[in-house]
């Protein structure tokens, strides 16, 4: 197995508020090698995103403060923080929010009761190495 020092560590921010979900995420994702930081609703996360750039950000949509709707809208607007990749995991499963999310280019939609982490895991590999 080649080292992970010699391939690109890749960043991604994980903006949930479930703070059980975000540590189980949090390890995983370390033990994978990628950095990784984490905000606990949108304010921080916009907060977050003007120190780190990451390479993928994995998004909660139904969070306290500023919902996932809302973090979506401000970084669009942001020529350099819009080509960054978003997955959405979320509780919504209604059809009209996947369609509301999929306007921002959302790379994919999962209902969080319907993927494992090891999914998540292996999905946020396949958007990274694109």
């Known amino acids: 197995m080649p080292a992970k020092s010699a391939e690109k560590k890749y960043k ?5 508020d ?12 370390v033990n994978e090698g990628y950095q990784v930081e ?4 949108g304010v921080l996360a916009l907060e977050t995103l003007k120190r780190f750039t990451p390479d ?3 998004l909660d949509l139904v969070m306290p403060r500023k919902d996932g709707f809302e ?10 923080l819009s080509k960054i990749p978003v997955i959405v995991l979320t ?11 999929k306007v921002y280019g959302v790379k994919d939609y999962f209902v ?3 993927i494992s982490i ?13």
Do not use: M, P, W, Y
């Not at 509780?91 to 999310?101: A, F, I, M, T, Y």
């Not at 090891?118 to 694109?130: Q, S």
């Open 18 to 29: 479930d703070f059980f979900l975000i540590k189980v995420l949090q390890t995983k994702l």
């Open 12 to 16: 991604i921010l994980v903006v949930e």
């Open 112 to 114: 969080k009761s319907d």
């Open 56 to 58: 993928l950000i994995l």
């Open 91 to 101: 509780n919504l499963g209604q059809e009209s929010d996947v369609e509301r999310v």
């Open 38 to 41: 984490i905000a606990a609703d």
């Open 118 to 130: 090891d999914e998540v895991v292996e999905k946020a590999r396949k958007v990274l190495k694109r």
């Open 71 to 80: 973090v979506l809208e401000d970084i669009s607007h942001d020529k350099k």
